[in-house]
């Protein structure tokens, strides 16, 4: 993998929405394929990371212009104390799909008294 991340936040544009017991996250990941992309969870966060390497075939283009961009792009997200092994995933058409199922703490909201 690459040393160095991409500021992700401009590269992985996000919907985040929530319904009734669950967080959706739909990641747009264009030109990613299912093999270069990896999510963790930990200590509350998902981490999401796509790399794409460089083309290594260059020498033989005559490039006028070259946009497309190639490294790693992480983005985290802070979805609590939830249990991992009930977040969900797919891949479908460039974009990432993340249902996180709430966990009962998030549920239960407390009003803290400032004495």
Request: net charge negative; with cysteine; aromatic share 14%.
């Amino acid at each position: 993998m690459f040393d160095e991340y991409i500021d992700s936040d401009s590269y992985m544009k996000c919907d985040i929405y929530e319904e009734n017991d669950k967080y959706h996250i739909e990641i747009d990941l264009p030109g990613f394929k299912k093999e270069h992309l990896n999510i963790e969870f930990n200590h509350g966060y998902l981490t999401v990371l796509a790399s794409k390497k460089n083309d290594t075939n260059i020498e033989n283009k005559n490039y006028i212009k070259r946009e497309r961009t190639y490294g790693v792009y992480k983005r985290d997200f802070y979805v609590g104390n939830v249990d991992y092994s009930k977040i969900n995933a797919k891949y479908k058409d460039g974009v990432l799909i993340i249902d996180v199922l709430k966990s009962a703490d998030n549920k239960d909201k407390k009003t803290i008294e400032i004495k």
